[in-house]
Structures are given as C-alpha cells and as structure tokens.
C-alpha cells in the first residue's frame, strides 16, 4: 500500500487542523493504521492507533485532543487535531501496519509510510 499524508501547514495554540492519509494499491481497511510524529531533534513517536475493527488508541498526550478517523470509500485515514499546543509541532507520518500486536505502537511493525506533512503551532 502506497500512502499520502498531507493537511499539515502554520496555525496558531488553540486552532484545529486535520491532516489526511490516502492510500493507494490496497484497501487501508485491511491494515493497522498509525500517525506518529517527529518534532526537531527528537525521535519518532507514536501519536494514534485506528486497528482494523475500528478499535483507536492514543498516546496521552494527545487524548482528548486529536481524533483518528477512516473512511473506507475514499481510502483514507484523517487525524483530527484540536487544541494544538506548541509541542505539537512536528512532522507528522501515517503508517500502515499488518501486525495483530495491538496497540502498535513500535514504528518497526510498519512496513508501509506516508511522506510525512509539517505541522507548526506558533504560541
């Protein structure tokens, strides 16, 4: 499966912005679906989980905050994220995986990667 993230872009503490992930090649109903994050400097880190029976998962900094959606008709998978905070701010990645582990949220179980789109949250 070949995967575009985009949505990313420059938006102040406090606003909402909602990247998406389309999947070509195969149906990304028949993966384990993940969005991490690198911010500068830091490593790559698991932000939210949508497992195939449509079970989600977050990290905790995130919850509350950010939603992980799919919609099978247009192959795609969306994370929602409201409240941004400055330490939001990273690149973010979708990801296809195939693994049963649940929650997923070692990168090395995923074999498929999206491109990654920037998201800045000015304070």
């Known amino acids: 499966v070949q995967l575009q993230a985009s949505g990313g872009g420059l938006v102040k503490a406090g606003d909402s912005l909602k990247l998406s992930c389309a999947a070509s090649?195969?149906?990304?109903?028949?993966?384990?679906m993940a969005w991490f994050r690198q911010a500068p400097g830091k490593e790559r880190e698991f932000v939210a989980g949508?497992?195939?029976?449509?079970?989600?998962y977050y990290v905790d900094s995130v919850k509350g905050r950010f939603t992980v959606s799919r919609i099978n008709a247009r192959n795609t998978v969306y994370l929602q994220m409201d409240s941004l905070k400055p330490e939001d701010t990273a690149i973010y990645y979708c990801?296809?995986?195939?693994?049963?582990?649940?929650?997923?949220?070692?990168?090395?179980?995923?074999?498929?990667w999206g491109q990654g789109t920037l998201v800045t949250v000015s304070s």
């Open positions: 090649g195969r149906a990304v109903s028949g993966y384990t």
């Open positions: 949508f497992r195939k029976n449509g079970a989600t």
């Open positions: 990801a296809a995986s195939s693994t049963v582990r649940w929650p997923a949220m070692n990168s090395d179980y995923y074999h498929s």
